[in-house]
Structure formats: C-alpha cells, structure tokens
C-alpha cells in the first residue's frame, strides 16, 4: 500500500547526541515536510522540500538539518544545538500542487534525557 | 496567510451532530479551506476541502457562506471514536501549500 512510513515509533536520546528521524515515502510526492508537535499545542513546520535536491527552513528549522537525494526520502536530523528536542515529529508529503492534501506518518516519539 | 480562530475545545454526545466553526477574516479570494482530523499520538488525516457553499462526503459536511470569513464542519451523529483534534487550515489557492496548523479544536464525545 502506498503512504508514508516513519522510523523509528519510539527513540531516546541523551542530551547533547544527534539523532537522525526517517521518513520514507512511495506515493511518488514531490513535497515533503517535517513538523513538530508539543503536548496539546498544534504542528510547527521544521523544514519543507518542494523538490528533490532542494529544502527550505520552516518556521522552527534551528537546531535541526535535512537532505532530500532521494525523492522518497526526507530524513530529519535532531543536533545537539536543539534546546528542547523532545517532542513528537511528523513528516509529511504532498504533490506540491495547490488545493491538494497532505499525507502524514504515523510520527516519531522523541525523549531526550 | 490567513489567520484561523477556532475554539479551543468542545463536548458532544454521541448520535449528536457537532458544528465546529473556523473564523478566518482576512482569507484571500484563490485560499481554499480545508479541515484535517488527529487522533492522539497519530499523524492528522484529511477530512474535507471547500471554496465556497457546501461540500459534503461520506464523513462530513462543510459550509461556507458568501462572505467566505468562517466556515463550518459539520459532523453528524458523532460517536466515541470521533473524539480528536481538528484543525482548520486556509490557503493558498496559488504558489506552494506549507500546509500551516494552528491549536485546533478538542472535541470529546461522551457516551
């Protein structure tokens, strides 16, 4: 079936590692996206790619990093330079065209110690 | 981009039509409206998209008057498992959607 598969459901972390989230897709999107969820609050955009090869910073994107080489795949990349990383991460993916909908993972559960 | 004001939360029972209101004063005449669901620790989920009168699936039903300033989701006969977040989302009718989230409403459905 076609979607988007985030990896791994859980991760911890200590404080001061990087950590690297996966995100795979087979929908054939142009667009993926990562966002960041904090308990009862809405998503924040990290990063966007509209394009392969190509990314841009969303509205939250210090402490974090992506690459786009593959159309499939858009992995995020948690520094050490990120204050507060714990949090609930969800990547998503669209054809990048206008009026149509995003496909969101299943997210990834970050904790930090 | 168009703000989006939504209640924070709301109650319902279940076999109730609940109406979750959006207001978004300043949209711009290309901006759609669309409405996604989250389920705890899930990512959100399309429900409908709209321009203007009414859009209605096999899930819900969205209306939207002539001025285009609100819209409405409108969920009937609700059960427990429609207990979720809803969020509102405005635009953009051209250039690159970054699909952007506010709070959304809480909606518990009671038994």
């Known amino acids: 079936d076609g979607g988007i598969t985030q990896s791994p459901k859980y991760l911890f972390r200590k404080e001061g590692q990087n950590v690297t989230l996966s995100c795979e897709q087979n929908l054939n999107h142009d667009a993926m996206y990562w966002y960041r969820q904090d308990p009862g609050q809405g998503l924040r955009l990290i990063y966007y790619s509209q394009i392969v090869n190509d990314f841009q910073k969303g509205d939250i994107a210090e402490g974090y990093s992506v690459s786009r080489e593959k159309k499939e795949s858009f992995p995020l990349t948690v520094t050490s330079a990120q204050k507060n990383p714990t949090a609930f991460y969800l990547c998503?993916?669209?054809?990048?065209?206008?009026?149509?909908?995003?496909?969101f993972g299943q997210g990834t559960r970050l904790t930090v110690v | 981009l168009a703000k989006t004001t939504q209640p924070i939360s709301m109650d319902s029972y279940e076999g109730q039509e609940v109406n979750i209101t959006c207001s978004h004063n300043?949209?711009?005449?290309?901006?759609?409206i669309t409405w996604y669901q989250q389920f705890p620790s899930q990512g959100p989920r399309f429900i409908i998209q709209?321009?203007?009168t009414k859009v209605t699936n096999e899930v819900a039903s969205l209306f939207i008057p002539a001025d285009r300033k609100s819209s409405t989701l409108s969920l009937p006969r609700v059960s427990l498992s429609d207990t979720a977040v809803y969020y509102c989302?405005?635009?953009?009718?051209?250039?690159?959607?970054?699909?952007?989230f506010g709070s959304g409403t809480k909606l518990n459905v009671k038994p």
């Open positions: 709209g321009y203007k």
């Open positions: 300043n949209i711009a005449t290309n901006d759609y």
């Open positions: 998503a993916s669209s054809t990048g065209q206008v009026n149509t909908e995003a496909f």
């Open positions: 989302l405005v635009g953009p009718g051209y250039n690159f959607n970054k699909f952007y």
